[in-house]
């Protein structure tokens, strides 16, 4: 079995945590339902659920991993009260990793094809209608689907297999050095675009009249969901890389950072998104269809649109691929403490049973679009998102926080004495408010989650 390795500075283990929790949610959700659910005053609840929620969950993951040494599973396992089971969690948080990529793989595909094309010119004076046929076409293509999602696992195979310190650590750090900077250089253009501050308004200013049509309730349900799913806590993502630093710093602020940067990412995607929107008189969607139909729409129309679509689809394909990085290096390192394999082995035999898995999401747009798992108008990429947005995600945050705060677990007092270890802020769990939100408020707070996530999901069919 190889010796355990270590990231070598405090840098990379905050940029591979953020570039893990940062990906296509940031950019094509978050700016979305901020517009939709009032502006700024949608913005001020999503910070204190990160705040109050995000971040405390993430500092478990993370106080998990360090004092486990380990992936989830064996680490879960050590840390466990002889006897109890805890860690056949790992199992089913390592089913969710898979998964995720299985789809996300596909469409970090359709992000390196856009950049391709972007940077082709191949939409330069493209109508709206073009660029609708153009997705549709690219979508309908086996050879495509199936083609770039592969060079994309490709490459996070081989990223992967390098090393961590060596490989994983050095390029996830120099592309969201280059994710930051890209975003601030659109975010300035974009801004002073003629036309701009009204999309600058109606994305950050408060407005209570999108708060009255929406319910007061709603809105708060919205920022607490985005506020949990932004940050990709619950199958051990955050836990793996906590697994790789030393107890130099205590692990609160380390997890602010983190929860700071995923924010900034979210709030600069709005600050390009919008007011180039406004700017060229495009309709502002959400999901796919903003970054593919609508944002390539607005790079046709303008002067020097080429290059800007170019770089924005750069920075998109870089927040996509360090978020595969950080996941596939969590099913690594599964398999490394688990069969101790080398890296390169398991790299190797992960990538390429992830290249077959992704397949089925690929062919569900074109060859296998007649099937609809869940509800009608379903794909199989559909299945995969529930399982890993209303299962394992929250499930798996529910479990870390019953983990680490009962007594049956690793216990409140262990969890607190790792997460304070080093130098930095300490979280005072000796405050009787603090220890009753921690056992007891928190848990409900994400089983609420779980339940009305499941059962929204299907009212809705």
Known sequence: MEERENLGSRLGFILLSAGCAIGLGNVWRFPYITGQYGGGLFVLIYLVFL?????????MEY?????GRGSILPAMRKLEKPGSKWHIWGWFAMAGNYVLLMYYSVISGWILYYLVQLARGSFVGASTEDVKA??????????????????????????????????????????????????????????HLPGGQEGLKFYLQPSTVHIRKSGLGQVVYAALNQSFFTLSIGMGGMEIFGSYIDKK?????????????????????????????????????????LIFVTLPRVFAGMEGGRVLGSLFFLFLFFAALSTMIGVFENIVSFSVDLRGTSRKKSAMVN????????????L?????????????????????DFYVSNIALPV??????????????WGFKNYLAEVNAGDGWKLKGTNTLISIYFRFILPAIVGFLVLYGIVTYFQAA
């Open 51 to 59: 705040l109050i929620m995000g971040v405390p969950i993430i500092t």
């Open 63 to 67: 106080a998990v991993g360090r004092a």
């Open 134 to 191: 153009a997705f549709a076409g690219m979508k309908s293509s086996p050879s495509i689907m199936t083609g770039f999602m592969l060079i994309v696992v490709l490459m996070t195979m081989v990223i992967c297999s390098a090393g961590l310190q060596a490989s994983v650590e050095k390029i996830t750090k120099v592309m969201m050095i280059a994710l930051i900077l890209i975003m601030a250089a659109l975010a300035v253009w974009s801004l």
């Open 249 to 289: 710093r205590s692990l609160l602020g380390e997890a602010c950072l983190v929860a700071g940067l995923d924010t900034f990412v979210a709030i600069t995607a709005g600050l390009i998104i919008f007011p180039a929107c406004f700017a060229y008189g495009i309709d502002v969607d959400s999901g796919p269809n």
């Open 351 to 362: 990538g390429l049973l992830l290249m077959i898995l992704s397949v089925p999401c690929a």
């Open 364 to 384: 569900g747009f074109n060859v296998w679009s007649f099937l609809h798992p869940l509800r009608a108008g379903n794909n199989i990429m559909d299945l995969e």
């Open 396 to 409: 798996g945050s529910f479990i870390f926080i019953l983990f680490c705060t009962l007594k049956q677990g």
